[in-house]
């Protein structure tokens, strides 16, 4: 028995398949945990056809450039429960990758009502199986549908349950959510030992909405890794281009997106307009942004892998991030590391954490338009932003976070925090 | 004997409002008149009102009292708006002779300009301003706002001022314990500056009940001389000002100090006094400082703004704006603005 403190994660859509959200993070902060010398048994769903990239290979490995003696594969071992859940559902909104992306689509149809239910029960069901077969000192489960695994596991071990909670129902959905998932969000975030929140507007929320004790709720911020991809900006002669990239629902708020462009359109004909991603509102878009006369100024990218994402954030002007509610919005720190200005809506988890970036109260097409042109026309903003919002990135490292969580579990678990790998 | 010349300071901003890029060629609303409406009424009544009442009693009291009164520009016009009573009161205070108001630019707007000829116009609107409100004609410059000192000295000079008073914000207030202050331990002039406007609103400022004991325990040692800025500056013409201890201007700062003088050298007949005193509003160095940003990435507000960022986005369509109404080239036509990275 050694002093390092042993974590079975329930966990999702890992390795991240999407830009930004619950895989990123999760990613992110397992590979902290590993480099904080916890050992970690992630459990996760199995989906139907869908291919590995390989990602999770290499974590497994932890081939980790930065770290000079990396801790021992052993200190991460994967489960998988088979599993029609996915992430960000209902309505599922992740496209999977690549040529499998039909056949998945038919083998998991959204779920609703009895069967989302049944559905996330079973998979409690087979959580409680791993945790009776694993050692493990705490519990820590990612959003929503992994909490009844997590109660579940609690519940036969006798070990504590910390849930992380990266979104609610509420930022998703608005007051039109799903009354079942608030359900679960409800029972696990108030049934918890601790319940830890992406951002000090996340912690309010949970504490308001939920009633969540204020002792039992801890903030940690998200984080980004890396260093700093060379700039390339845009160059003389090229169009303005201003990006969206996300979740198309309507927490991300997209409408606003495509309003402000043809605002910024009628002042600045050349200036052209990426939303990159999917999701339940893009037909909508489309046909919004027709009739606003946009086809020539606006492309609706799809999903696009990463290294394409990332040659987006280094050729944008200017990254818009309209959402309805964003408890974090970890794609504004992606934006950032590559030099690209953000803007975010007011009271976004995120700028708990950056301050060097602009504010936009949701819905306000007028003053997003304005901040759009703002960037494009005045070179020393766009340059300050890009300068100053990188460096304040470079600070950040999951790393700093998972030691954040480490602190969490010592104090459910009262044993001194494991010393740091030599 | 300490000599000591003490100087109350008032001064207000004028507050811009978040003007952005599609209020240009529609509203000429750079500012927050409500706002500051707002702010001039709190602050005239929890100091002003009964800081010039300590005053007045206490120059009643104390005949060997006397100090200088440096009020801005933008603190008399937004008085002379929404506070207009307040004016008369101040005179009275004036009219004793024991207390010297202190000439400024007119629009506090020293660390933007770049022309000696706007600065001459701005020290001489502030003496006519002080003419008409207080009934007395200033001799001695007081102003706070750093800028040029070699320019600055040549403008005072050819207005004939008797003199410079430094009153850089850094001055001390009034000290914790007056007597320990107030030990004769030399000839010196002994500055003190007491921001009025803040008096009794915050503790660095120090209490009304301070000022006034502090007041009686000076005036009271014979230690203890009261000299007007007119005394406390050495005769023979303007002391030489000491360079700005300003740090140097971001980016930011130079490109709206840049595109503020581009403007002010544009205007040739400038036909619209409005505009006029607008562009002279939008000089003042408060907008300046709101888009100082600190060190170690930190970005704090200036109501109703977010970051200094959102101030320097309305400071240059406010620009963008009067550039319209001096006749210049439309800012919608946005492609024609857009700078090289």
């Not at chain 1, 989302?116 to 489960?141: K, M, N, P, Q």
Request: hydrophobic share 40%.
């Amino acid at each position: 028995m050694t002093g390092s403190m042993r974590v079975l994660m329930f966990g999702w859509e890992f390795p991240p398949q999407i830009s930004g959200g619950l895989g990123v993070a999760c990613e992110g902060l397992v590979r902290g945990l590993l480099q904080s010398g916890a050992e970690v048994v992630l459990v996760l769903p199995r989906y139907p056809h869908r291919k590995s990239t390989g990602r999770l290979r290499i974590l497994e490995a932890l081939a980790d450039p930065a770290e000079a003696a990396p801790p021992p594969a052993a200190a991460l071992r994967v489960r998988r429960i088979e599993s029609a859940l996915r992430p960000y559902g209902p309505p599922a909104n992740a496209e999977p990758v690549g040529d499998t992306a039909t056949a998945a689509r038919e083998a998991a149809p959204p779920l609703y009502g009895p069967n989302l239910a049944s559905e996330v029960l079973r998979y409690a069901g087979r959580a409680a199986a791993i945790a009776r077969r694993e050692r493990f000192d705490i519990i820590h489960a990612h959003d929503w549908m992994t909490f009844p695994a997590g109660l579940e596991a609690r519940r036969v071990s006798g070990r504590p349950l910390v849930v992380h909670v990266h979104a609610t129902e509420y930022d998703r959905a608005g007051e039109g959510g799903n009354p079942f998932v608030r359900e679960i969000e409800r029972e696990g975030v108030t049934r918890a030992d601790r319940v830890i929140a992406v951002s000090r507007y996340t912690a309010e929320r949970l504490a308001r909405d939920y009633g969540v004790p204020r002792r039992r709720l801890r903030v940690v911020h998200n984080a980004i890794d890396g260093g700093r991809p060379q700039r390339r900006g845009p160059a003389d002669g090229d169009s303005p281009l201003v990006l969206f990239a996300g979740r198309v629902t309507w927490q991300k708020g997209p409408e606003y997106f495509v309003e402000a462009a043809a605002r910024v359109a009628r002042e600045m004909p050349e200036a052209r307009f990426a939303v990159a991603g999917s999701g339940d509102r893009l037909v909508f878009l489309r046909e919004r942004a027709r009739q606003l006369g946009l086809q020539r100024n606006i492309l609706f990218t799809g999903f696009l892998p990463a290294a394409e994402l990332d040659r987006l954030y280094r050729r944008a002007d200017v990254y818009v991030m309209p959402s309805f509610s964003e408890p974090f919005g970890l794609t504004a720190l992606e934006a950032l590391r590559h030099g690209t200005p953000v803007i975010v809506s007011r009271g976004a988890g995120v700028s708990e954490v950056v301050r060097n970036v602009l504010a936009v109260d949701f819905g306000d097409v007028e003053d997003l338009a304005s901040k759009i042109l703002s960037v494009i026309l005045f070179a020393p903003l766009r340059a300050t932003l890009s300068r100053r919002g990188g460096r304040e990135v470079e600070r950040l490292s999951w790393r700093r976070s998972a030691d954040r969580v480490m602190s969490v579990y010592a104090e459910l678990t009262r044993r001194p925090e494991a010393p740091p790998p030599p | 004997m300490t000599r000591v010349a003490l100087v109350f300071t008032a001064h207000t901003p004028w507050r811009l409002r978040r003007y952005n890029y599609f209020d240009v060629g529609r509203n000429h609303d750079y500012f927050d008149r409500e706002a500051m409406r707002r702010r001039i009424a709190g602050l005239d009544a929890a100091s002003l009102e009964p800081a010039a009442a300590l005053l007045a009693a206490a120059i009643g009291r104390h005949p060997r009292l006397a100090f200088g009164l440096a009020l801005s520009g933008p603190m008399l016009d937004q008085l002379a708006f929404w506070a207009p009573g307040r004016i008369p009161v101040l005179r009275r205070l004036v009219d004793t002779g024991r207390v010297e108001p202190l000439a400024q630019t007119s629009h506090r707007s020293l660390s933007w300009s770049s022309s000696a000829e706007e600065l001459a116009i701005q020290i001489r609107a502030h003496r006519e301003r002080l003419e008409r409100h207080l009934g007395r004609t200033p001799r001695v410059f007081g102003g706070e706002e750093g800028g040029d000192p070699k320019v600055l000295s040549a403008a005072l000079e050819a207005q004939g001022f008797f003199g410079r008073l430094d009153v850089g914000a850094d001055e001390p207030g009034l000290p914790a314990d007056p007597a320990a202050w107030l030990s004769p331990d030399g000839d010196g002039i002994l500055p003190v500056r007491v921001n009025l406007a803040t008096l009794g609103r915050s503790r660095v400022a120090g209490s009304l009940d301070e000022l006034g004991s502090w007041i009686d325990t000076a005036s009271a040692s014979s230690d203890v001389a009261f000299v007007t800025p007119s005394e406390a500056v050495p005769a023979g013409g303007a002391e030489p000002a000491a360079p700005s201890s300003r740090p140097a201007p971001n980016d930011l700062q130079r490109d709206a100090r840049a595109a503020l003088a581009s403007l002010r050298a544009a205007w040739r007949d400038a036909g619209d006094p409005e505009a006029v005193e607008d562009y002279r509003r939008l000089t003042g160095s408060d907008h300046f400082d709101a888009m100082a940003l600190p060190r170690g990435g930190g970005a704090p507000a200036t109501p109703p703004f977010d970051s200094p960022y959102e101030v320097y986005m309305a400071f240059r369509h406010a620009l963008a704006d009067l550039e319209l109404r001096f006749g210049g080239a439309s800012p919608r036509r946005a492609p024609a603005l857009r700078m090289p990275a």
